[in-house]
């Protein structure tokens, strides 16, 4: 089992930033891949970034590229989205995600953490 909390959403003007966390337990953090993931009102959830189980690898939907940066303190079983020059389209429920086998599939999910950008 693992066990994933998010925090760090809330209301944002446009072009501001945020910083989502998200705390693991449960499993040996450090084995795994983690990822971000959002669903805006009306809409499917949708894959924003992917980090591998050692930092190394980073994967970012077009739509975030080059704004949101993800990370992971795996000292502190602790996962990152840093997301910069937010727009109101980024408005979401944000979710953290754990693929215990690495392979692009998800085991666990947090229970979200609400991110909305005004214009």
């Known amino acids: 089992q693992v066990q994933l909390v998010e925090s760090g959403g809330g209301l944002v003007q446009a072009g501001g930033s945020l910083r989502l966390s998200c705390a693991a337990s449960?499993?040996?953090?450090?084995?795994?891949?983690m990822g971000w993931f959002r669903q805006a009102p009306g809409k499917e959830r949708e894959f924003v970034a992917r980090?591998?189980?050692?930092?190394?690898?980073?994967y970012y939907t077009d739509s975030v590229k080059g704004r949101f940066t993800i990370s992971r303190d795996n000292a502190k079983n602790t996962l990152y989205l840093q997301m910069n020059s937010l727009q109101p389209e980024d408005t979401a429920v944000y979710y953290c995600a754990a693929d215990l086998h690495n392979n692009h599939a998800y085991d666990y999910w947090g229970q979200g953490t609400q991110v909305t950008v005004s214009s």
């Open positions: 980090i591998s189980w050692n930092g190394g690898n980073t």
């Open positions: 449960g499993r040996t953090f450090s084995r795994y891949a």
